[in-house]
């Protein structure tokens, strides 16, 4: 049997998960990756990004918040061990 995930696990998780690739967005930016209008699209995003995370994370508990940052570490930690430099 398959278990489904839960609503609020993926609410979690995009939470959790989100600010990682916000963060990748701001790094290809400020480093000259993007030009033009991908570096502007990619603005865009990553303000949507903080919109929605200031959104869904308001009056959040503590077991939730630990959790977030809890599988936005694992995710890092996931690209460092998985993918070669």
């Known amino acids: 049997m398959t278990k489904k995930l839960t609503n609020d696990i993926k609410l979690l998780s995009l939470v959790g998960i989100s600010p990682v690739f916000g963060d990748f967005i701001e790094d290809l930016c400020d480093e000259g990756v993007l030009k033009r209008d991908l570096k502007k699209a990619a603005q865009e995003i990553k303000r949507g990004i903080d919109r929605f995370n200031r959104i869904a994370s308001h009056n959040i508990d503590k077991e939730s918040a630990f959790q977030q940052n809890e ?7 996931q690209l460092i061990e998985n993918f070669e430099q």
């Open 71 to 77: 599988i936005e570490l694992w995710f890092r930690q």
